[in-house]
DNA sequence: CTGTCAAGACACAACGTCTCGTCTTGTGTA
DNA sequence: TACACAAGACGAGACGTTGTGTCTTGACAG
């Protein structure tokens, strides 16, 4: 069909199978092995009802990832600065660290590298929307005086992130909590007043 | 053939046709797009002799990156800390923003994502080398005063270089010379004494 | 009764292996 | 030193395999 189809007809126990199949595929091989194939045959779906509804196998995992990543999107404020930074990233050292994210965190990261629209999708629902509380808690903190004034928050967000995404996907050590406290001592001790 | 091949009677011609299509195929197209089959033809050479020699199309990138990356290996040490620093990332910004390395460089980090051997080769062959050069040039520095003693360096150049290659591969943002300037600012101001 | 569904056939592209016949090269012999 | 020759690297491309994305079919659901 050349006609875009109908979303009020689509059958939702369909969608709810090639969504499962792709992550259950994803963890228990890599990413690159994942194949639109596989996830019909898993799903007991037909390839066409996969492309009838997304472009690539990296939409479907994304629409995956999100879909559970939606809950606990909220960045704490505790009052301590130091213990909200190291509490949110050291929850991302977790998801980093396991297994079966690592594999389609990495997934998704590299089709960002080919497909645009997945790139931007990635950003938009992923990636932005948490810098932007991260950047929201460290203004808070900004104006309560914990910060310098003349610090620029978007430049301390990446530079706190960076290093993580830098050994997940360089492999030149593993993510660890320990990263995580030198890279936070470091970058305190550089925007304290 | 089961048996491995006799490196004295390669044909020198053919590994330098392979090479130069690779790189050349690669600033075409996408890294996506530069297949075995492409290089073959493109550089006259059968496929049996690419096999031969490589064991994937990572393999001959990395190679050819090699062989040109090996000169200017050498961190400057002028005696101002920043100015070697600022010389020496804004050469990467460069590197990171040129369409024909950038295609490939991505390419290659995509590829150890799945290939631990490539994973392996460019640490060895290219991250790490220029890494410890940078350590050294911040130990002078250490020793010199101009930086704190209880300072972790190769944290200090994890957070340096970290936010390029985070903007490189996620695309949250160009990665510039204003990015170099921020971060070296704010890493300065939490190493010294 | 229109459009989605599961199933699978289809043409295409790239993979990695293989088999040719040709040409090159290192080595042993004179 | 000169040369002959076997080993093997070469270009070309056929081959079976796998995954791609599209198309067709008949069943069935909104």
Redesign the pocket.
Known sequence: ?ATT??P????ER??R?ILDAALELCSTQTYAGL????IAKSA??????I???WP??AAILLEAITERADQSLDFPDTGDLLADLRGQMYELVRLFTDPMFGAYGRGLIVAAQTDPAISAALLDTLIRPRVQLCIERLAKAQQAGEIRADVDLAVVVELLYAPLYYRMLLHTAPVSSEQVDSVISLVMSGIRP
């Open positions: 069909m189809p109908n009020d007809r689509r059958n369909a969608r199978a194949t639109m194939e596989g007991g779906v037909g390839k066409q009802t492309y009838r509804w690539s196998k």
